[in-house]
């Protein structure tokens, strides 16, 4: 019998406070801040996945509660009363066997209005000896690219970071690998109406 792999990331303290996460997060965070379109406060935010340290960090910036999601994102919708001027899934696709399901929920998440924005990240593609176990999907920037557009987003604007310590690399060759490899891809999206 084989093991299934859940390709999920359980959020605990341990993940917290891993340090990567730390500098991800204020990254994202002032990517996000670069965004000229919406006016704050906005009325409401959809963080995509588990509360996180970072789901705060988006409440005070955006000057609103972020509601979350608790559902089978691969194959359930996401279920939401209300549309939202502001979404983000900052490392969530990557854990989906179909990410262009829950980009499609998104989208239909998403307030008409055009000023309405989802910011996306995910973590760019690198060789399968450095892939996350818990990842089933990295993808190189093309296909990524084709997937967003298939979902019906329209690139606003794009960046990409690194994660690690100028320390960190110089533990040994793997983790040289990793620096050089190791980035986030992230997005600022529209739907496109």
């Known amino acids: ?4 792999q859940e390709f999920r990331t ?6 917290s406070a891993d340090s990567a996460h730390r500098v991800r997060w204020e990254k994202s965070l002032a990517f996000v801040r670069g965004s000229s379109v919406l006016s704050l406060p906005v009325s409401a935010g ?3 996945g588990d509360r996180t340290p970072v789901t705060a960090m988006l409440e005070a910036h ?3 509660r972020f509601d979350t999601t ?5 194959t359930e919708t996401l279920g939401v009363a209300t549309s939202y001027p502001v979404v983000t899934a900052f490392e969530v696709i990557e854990h989906l066997y179909n990410p262009l399901h829950l980009l499609l929920e998104i989208r239909e998440a998403l307030d008409p209005a055009p000023s309405s924005r989802l910011f996306l990240s995910t973590p760019a593609w690198k060789p399968g000896f450095l892939q996350s176990p818990d990842h089933f999907h990295e993808m190189p920037k093309r ?3 084709a ?3 298939r979902a019906g987003f329209e690139l606003v604007r794009s960046a990409e970071f690194g ?3 100028p320390l960190f690399c110089l533990r040994g060759v793997r983790p040289m690998l990793r620096c050089v490899y190791e980035k986030i891809r992230i997005y600022e999206l529209a739907a496109r109406r």
Not at 70 to 74: H, K, M, Q, R
């Open 1 to 4: 019998m084989t093991q299934v």
């Open 10 to 15: 359980v959020v605990d303290g341990a993940w």
């Open 46 to 48: 959809l963080d995509i």
């Open 62 to 64: 955006f000057g609103c």
């Open 70 to 74: 608790s559902v089978d994102l691969d």
């Open 143 to 145: 296909s990524l690219d």
């Open 147 to 149: 997937l967003l557009s």
């Open 163 to 165: 994660i690690r310590s």
